[in-house]
């Protein structure tokens, strides 16, 4: 349900990463969560450190991934720090859960179907709303889309705030922080835009149709057809 607020109510965001396994929910494990509640920053952000053979999974491992965020499988398997995937997932369902809740992300869906696979009990959380960073960029600078209708969260940090390419790999918890930061500047252009069109704020409602023509704007950039 999308609450019925404008868009500067900071404490219905709810920003979420993963680093896992391999691509697929279900075959492939996460081996880090971490979320945050509104734009608390660093200090606010839960960040969990996971084997994803406790709890009775058995995921596969891909190098590719591996490539991806840095971590080896002898420092994941068999960690004793680490936590079993079942007690973050709970903990996630628990805060995701309080009605209003918007998740954001860069591809937040993936991020939650992994969460879903490691929830007992056949939760989904389909019905979460979500907010793509990356159909809100689409939305606010459509001339800036690369042709494959996808641009990275790294690539969105370097753009909107002048930081430099990072050249290794994150951890969930600081692309959390990274993404609360291009929020926060995909947010403000697009309430400035709205307020010159309309003379008054957007309601939150607002900000998830900006997305959705976000979302088509990517789709007929992948298509050719802008």
Known sequence: MIPETDALDDDVYLFVDTETTGLEAGRHGMIELAW????????????????????????????????????PLTAVRGAPHRWG??????????????????????????DLAFVAAALPGGHTLRDVETIDLQDLFASCYPEELPKSGRIGLEAMVRRLTGAPNYDQAHTAREDILDAQAVFCHLRRAFIASFVAANGHLPLVADLMEACELGRGIRQLTREGRL
């Open 36 to 71: 945050t509640i509104g734009l608390t920053g660093r200090d606010g952000a839960e960040h969990y450190e996971i084997d994803p053979w406790r709890d009775g999974h058995h995921p596969s491992w891909s190098p590719e991934a591996e490539a991806v965020h840095g971590v």
């Open 85 to 110: 995937p079942v007690g973050p997932a709970l903990d996630f369902l628990q805060v995701v859960s309080k009605p209003g809740t918007i998740v954001v992300g860069s591809n937040p869906r993936f």
